[in-house]
Nanobody
Framework: VQLVESGGGLVQAGGSLRLSCAAS????????MGWYRQAPGKQRELVAT????????SYADSVKGRFTISRDNAKNTIYLQMNNLKPEDTAVYYC?????????WGQGTLVTVSE
């Protein structure tokens, strides 16, 4: 499985961005996908996940009510809609896939939220 993220950029506080992650390869083997982020000087943390079966989702408390993870099965793509962005959301956002073959990561996309 290969993952390619897109959609990062610079946005003012209160603004919105949508990240995309396109999966290719043995996508039928994916059990779940998610978004993680890593801010400068901090550990990588889970943001949101979506499972392949039933599309159940989960979110970090820090983003609940502001971020929405979704998927388009026909395009093998997941999205992260981020609203009401805050400066503390600034980080490199990574897409993640849990497949039978193991865990795969995308290259990351930078999100910068200015005051």
């Amino acid at each position: 499985v290969q993952l390619v993220e897109s959609g990062g950029g610079l946005v003012q506080a209160g603004g919105s961005l949508r990240l995309s992650c396109a999966a290719s390869g043995t996508t039928f083997s994916i059990n779940a996908m998610g978004w993680y982020r890593q801010a400068p000087g901090k550990q990588r943390e889970l943001v949101a996940t979506i499972r392949s079966a039933y599309g159940s989702t989960s979110y970090a408390d820090s983003v609940k009510g502001r971020f929405t993870i979704s998927r388009d099965n026909a395009k093998n793509t997941i999205y992260l809609q981020m609203n009401n962005l805050k400066p503390e959301d600034t980080a490199v956002y990574y897409c993640n896939a849990v497949a039978y073959s193991g865990i795969q990561w995308g290259q990351g996309t930078l999100v910068t939220v200015s005051e």
